[in-house]
């Protein structure tokens, strides 16, 4: 009777004790395969156009300038998939105890991510296209110029393009900065949830 009396008092204490946090789900591989791809290739893109500014030759700049050309491209259609995939996957809820604005914080981060590397890349082409530059994506192909020489529009779109380089650094900084307080502060295992491989 008494063993009885201490197990619906252990289970009354533990169904009324605090969750200080809530396990976070994992995102499937193909979204963890395309975070870290897009990473990847915006690292390479600002690594490449730094470097573009302190080549030797022109032609080393050329094929530096195009490789970016490139990676931009490639960075646009990885969105468009990454959107298209997300649209029809599970995602993982945040921990329900995360406070709301610290929620509505994360989720417009992430949205402008998404807008940000959509239109950066755009206001590259956009720029190349009305310079009369031609894009040849990985000196395979030569995409086509869908427009005109325009000099204001080509001035405009690069003054773009560098603000809005400069936005997603900070952008993909507090980004960062976020998911590793949840990993080292709140310890509630959201950045583990896109790490690949992870375990909980």
């Given at each position: 009777?008494?063993r009885?009396v201490?197990?619906?008092?252990?289970?009354?204490?533990?169904?009324?004790?605090?969750?200080?946090?809530?396990?976070?789900?994992?995102?499937?591989?193909?979204?963890?395969?395309?975070?870290?791809?897009?990473?990847?290739?915006?690292?390479?893109?600002?690594?490449?156009?730094?470097?573009?500014?302190?080549?030797?030759?022109?032609?080393?700049?050329?094929?530096?300038?195009?490789?970016?050309?490139?990676?931009?491209?490639?960075?646009?259609?990885?969105t468009?998939?990454?959107?298209?995939?997300?649209?029809?996957?599970?995602?993982?809820?945040?921990?329900?105890?995360?406070?709301?604005?610290?929620?509505?914080?994360?989720?417009?981060?992430?949205?402008?991510?998404?807008?940000?590397?959509?239109?950066?890349?755009?206001?590259?082409?956009?720029?190349?296209?009305?310079?009369?530059?031609?894009?040849?994506?990985f000196?395979?192909?030569?995409?086509?110029?869908?427009?005109g020489?325009?000099?204001?529009?080509?001035?405009?779109?690069?003054?773009?393009?560098?603000?809005?380089?400069?936005l997603?650094?900070?952008?993909?900084?507090v980004?960062?900065?976020?998911?590793?307080?949840?990993?080292?502060?709140?310890?509630?295992?959201?950045?583990?949830?896109?790490?690949?491989?992870?375990?909980?």
């Amino acid at each position: 009777m008494a063993r009885g009396v201490n197990t619906i008092a252990a289970s009354r204490g533990s169904a009324t004790a605090p969750q200080t946090t809530a396990k976070f789900e994992r995102y499937d591989g193909v979204m963890k395969a395309m975070h870290w791809a897009t990473l990847l290739l915006v690292a390479a893109a600002y690594a490449v156009i730094w470097s573009s500014s302190v080549a030797v030759t022109k032609e080393q700049n050329a094929v530096l300038v195009q490789v970016h050309r490139s990676l931009g491209v490639a960075i646009f259609v990885l969105t468009i998939l990454r959107l298209a995939w997300r649209s029809r996957a599970e995602l993982p809820n945040l921990p329900a105890d995360l406070p709301a604005i610290q929620i509505m914080a994360a989720r417009a981060t992430q949205y402008l991510l998404y807008a940000l590397l959509l239109v950066q890349p755009i206001l590259g082409m956009l720029h190349s296209i009305a310079l009369g530059a031609r894009i040849d994506l990985f000196f395979v192909t030569e995409l086509p110029a869908m427009m005109g020489r325009d000099q204001v529009l080509s001035k405009t779109a690069i003054s773009a393009h560098e603000l809005v380089a400069n936005l997603m650094l900070f952008i993909v900084a507090v980004h960062a900065a976020a998911a590793l307080f949840h990993h080292l502060v709140r310890r509630d295992g959201v950045m583990n949830a896109m790490l690949p491989g992870a375990r909980f």
